[in-house]
């Protein structure tokens, strides 16, 4: 990484921490190669080395895969561990060319906790979500940091790594727009800024299917009446209203089968299970699929609020039991007919201390919610460049988290990774934990509640078909 000429003890340090970085981003393609691979990675190679794409994920990350040709998960997980260690280092180098030697390291520290750096190595959307968005964070920070505007060839690359951000993920978008939009110096108030923020939001949602179908090819695959057949027979199940497109015994089949769960929509989606009560929503147009929801919110909007609350604690990990599924990266690699194994034993030690390390608070993602809102509040008026920065990604953490309450259908821990990496580069940026009340009695709520459901609530099934019930 490129900066700038070496002449004084803060340069020399910067030098020594993008150093340690590179050689950190080094080892850990080494323990890791050549990457660990899930069920939907599977999918999207396939898809990349047949050329035939869909858009139940966002065909960019397939797309971007068959440039590699039949190399395997190995060219993907160094463009993310590259990216991932890029926008570290860069923030790292740019804090101790200011002065702040413990800062750079604690930087450092934070890309190394398991669970993060545990989820990076598998090749994901969400991950390859994540090493553009620190990327790009990594060369904005490493100019403003030190009081320097971001040069034109900067910008060039940033560009580029947001707009591949957005369209690797369907939801990133809530992630991205608002960081972007925080990011730059015009128009001073921020929150016109947030404005921008939620009309470039819905913009993007608006291009979004026009790009994956015409630009990147991908086939329709229903995937976008996958929320509202969750939402309606969440609101159906609790209500037993027909209107919301399902006869009442196919209501009461549901409900008795245990067709909605908090934690996802999958069995909703499962031939075996619920997917025939579901038929008739999966018929309809879209429009007409969403206009139902809408009406259905309107006359129910307590049993919305309880489906989707109960939703959002799942994916949050709050009020929910202890091992709740989902959170640890994986040990091993998806079975798959590509021969694709998983990395060494190195690894697998890596992957077991992230697992235990999951179950600690840090790795609830309600606790990262409090403290990008606690974030917010402390840089709310910050004009120094590192409390500007460090908004932009509470900010865009806040919003991120905030999708899940109204867009979300499952509650697996990756899509929180970007969250945990905001809010800790942002809290490290700020240098200290202001002394509110308020925040310390959020968190001692979040702390408690989710201490009690652990100790309290009898262990979940750990697998896949048991979550399905």
């Given amino acids: 990484m490129a900066i700038g000429p070496v002449t004084t003890g803060l340069d020399r340090r910067a030098v020594r921490c993008a150093m340690a970085a590179t050689l950190l981003c080094l080892l850990a393609l080494a323990v890791f190669w050549p990457g660990y691979v899930a069920y939907d990675s599977v999918t999207q190679y396939r898809q990349a080395l047949t050329g035939r794409y869909d858009d139940w994920h966002p065909p960019a990350m397939a797309r971007l895969w068959s440039l590699f040709g039949d190399a ?10 590259a990216l991932y260690w890029l926008g570290f280092g860069l923030l790292a180098a740019a804090l101790a060319a200011g002065g702040r030697g413990r800062a750079a390291v604690a930087l450092l520290i934070a890309a190394l906790w398991p669970p993060l750096l545990g989820w990076q190595a598998v090749v994901l959307k969400d991950t390859q979500m994540l090493g553009p968005l620190l990327g790009a964070v990594g060369i904005v920070g490493w100019w403003r940091l030190r009081d320097r505007p971001v040069p034109p060839a900067g910008r060039a690359l940033i560009v580029p790594l947001l707009v591949y951000a957005v369209l690797v993920r369907a939801n990133a978008v809530f992630a991205v727009v608002p960081l972007a939009a925080m990011l730059v110096h015009r128009p001073r108030r921020w929150s016109l800024r947030l404005g921008i923020a939620l009309a470039g939001i819905v913009l993007a949602i608006g291009v979004s299917g026009p790009i994956n179908h015409r630009l990147f090819g991908g086939a329709p695959s229903g995937v976008e009446r996958t929320q509202a057949i969750y939402d309606l027979a969440g609101i159906g199940v609790r209500t037993r209203d027909p209107r919301v497109g399902m006869p009442a015994a196919a209501l009461a089949g549901m409900a008795a089968k ?3 769960r908090p934690f996802f929509w999958d069995p909703l989606g499962e031939p075996a299970r619920c997917a025939a009560e579901v038929d008739g929503l999966r018929a309809m147009p879209v429009a007409q699929l969403y206009g139902t929801l809408a009406a259905a919110i309107v006359r129910h909007p307590l049993a919305y609020a309880a ?3 109960a939703h959002l604690n799942s994916t ?13 990266p994986p040990e091993g690699s998806e079975a798959n007919d590509f021969g694709f194994g998983a990395p060494g034993p190195a690894a697998w030690y890596w992957q077991r201390l992230a697992g235990w390390l999951v179950e600690t608070p840090p790795g609830w993602p309600v606790l990262w919610l409090v403290l990008a809102a606690g974030g917010v509040a402390a840089t709310i ?7 500007q920065l460090a908004r932009a990604l509470f900010v865009s953490a806040l919003t991120l988290e905030a999708s ?8 697996d821990l990756r899509y929180h990774v970007w969250t945990m990496a905001a809010v800790a580069i942002g809290w490290v940026l700020v240098g200290s934990v202001p002394r509110s009340r308020l925040l310390r009695a959020v968190l001692a709520v979040a702390l408690l509640g989710g201490t009690g459901a652990r100790l309290l609530l009898p262990e979940a099934p750990q697998s896949y078909h048991g979550m399905l019930g």
Avoid: E, K, T
């Fill in 72 to 81: 395997g998960p190995g060219p993907m997980l160094v463009v993310q561990m």
């Fill in 316 to 328: 949050g990990r709050w009020l929910v039991p202890l091992h709740w599924f989902g959170a640890a």
């Fill in 258 to 260: 245990g067709c909605v």
């Fill in 307 to 309: 489906h989707r609350l």
């Fill in 404 to 411: 899940f309450a109204a867009i979300s259908i499952a509650s």
């Fill in 381 to 387: 008026r910050a004009r120094d460049a590192a409390g």
